[in-house]
């Protein structure tokens, strides 16, 4: 499985982008994913995911209401629309694969697969 992130960018506090992450190997449905980040000096934390089921979604209590997880079965991609963002998201975002279905989408442990990794930064 291969993940290939995209989308990131500079934008002024109050903009938005979207993130992108196309999956080759596997198809989508059937794994759970995940987007976590990283900020300068900070450990990787827990974005948003969506189970293998598309039925339930999980955002972290610092970015409900502006960013929401989606995912395009046919393109094998899933997204995260980014909305009213702070300076404080500024970090590399990771989008992450879980063949094994884990409960804790929240975990990064739960993840088997990651991509490289795209550079959000957000400037006040």
């Known amino acids: 499985v291969q993940l290939q992130a995209s989308g990131g960018g500079l934008v002024q506090a109050g903009g938005s982008l979207r993130l992108s992450c196309a999956v080759s190997?596997?198809?989508?449905?059937?794994?759970?994913m995940g987007w976590f980040r990283q900020a300068p000096g900070k450990e990787r934390e827990f974005v948003a995911a969506i189970r293998w089921s598309g039925s339930k979604t999980g955002t972290a209590d610092s970015v409900k209401g502006r960013f929401t997880i989606s995912r395009d079965n046919a393109q094998n991609t899933i997204f995260l629309q980014m909305n009213s963002l702070k300076p404080e998201d500024t970090a590399v975002y990771y989008c992450a694969a879980d063949g094994r279905r884990s409960v804790a989408v929240y975990d990064e442990r739960s993840y088997d697969y990651w991509g490289q990794g795209t550079l959000v930064t957000v400037s006040s």
């Open positions: 190997g596997r198809a989508i449905n059937v794994l759970n």
